[in-house]
């Protein structure tokens, strides 16, 4: 069976890989892409994978996302690998892990809790119940935030 790349090799970057098939669209959004700094950024969605059946696929050239950059994309694509490329070549490939708990990245959807009033300085904070698919716990309010609350906050 003949290989082919559908997707150009990129010299230096960050390959997202094994997104959850047609959430790309939610990891630009999270790493404000595209922007005017980025020259090239490739997406390829609902590509046939292996493991997965289908997938998403994301390319950056030259930019390597943050920690904080990494735990928003845990919350939507808990499957993905992050691959840094130099000189064409992968220097370093991670699987995303979800961390124990996520700081202020998503709102609580307790319109009652004290991190949804303006006039309340305090960050939202969620304990990770279960990581495929993300339940969170609110801190403060105990509320459960699953996954579909999650990701049209993303929207």
């Not at 890989?17 to 939610?26: E, R, W």
């Not at 919350?75 to 992968?90: F, G, R, S």
Request: hydrophobic share 35%; with cysteine.
């Amino acid at each position: 069976m003949k290989s082919e790349l559908k997707i150009k090799a990129i010299e230096n970057g960050t390959v997202i890989d094994h997104i959850t098939a047609n959430k790309s669209l939610h990891i630009l959004k999270i790493l404000g892409l595209p922007d005017d700094d980025i020259i090239n950024v490739t997406v390829a969605m609902n590509v046939s994978s292996k493991e997965t059946g289908r997938k998403d696929i994301v390319k950056i050239e030259n930019r390597e996302i943050d920690h904080q950059e990494l735990n928003q994309i845990a919350l939507i694509a808990p499957k993905a690998t992050i691959n840094i490329i130099k000189d064409y070549k992968v220097v370093k490939k991670d699987q995303i892990i979800l961390p124990e708990v996520i700081t202020s990245l998503i709102k609580c959807t307790n319109e009652k809790c004290i991190t949804n009033y303006e006039n309340e300085p305090i960050t939202s904070r969620f304990n990770v119940i279960e990581s495929q698919p993300p339940v969170l716990r609110c801190h403060y309010c105990e509320k459960l935030i699953k996954n579909e609350d999650i990701e049209k906050q993303f929207e």
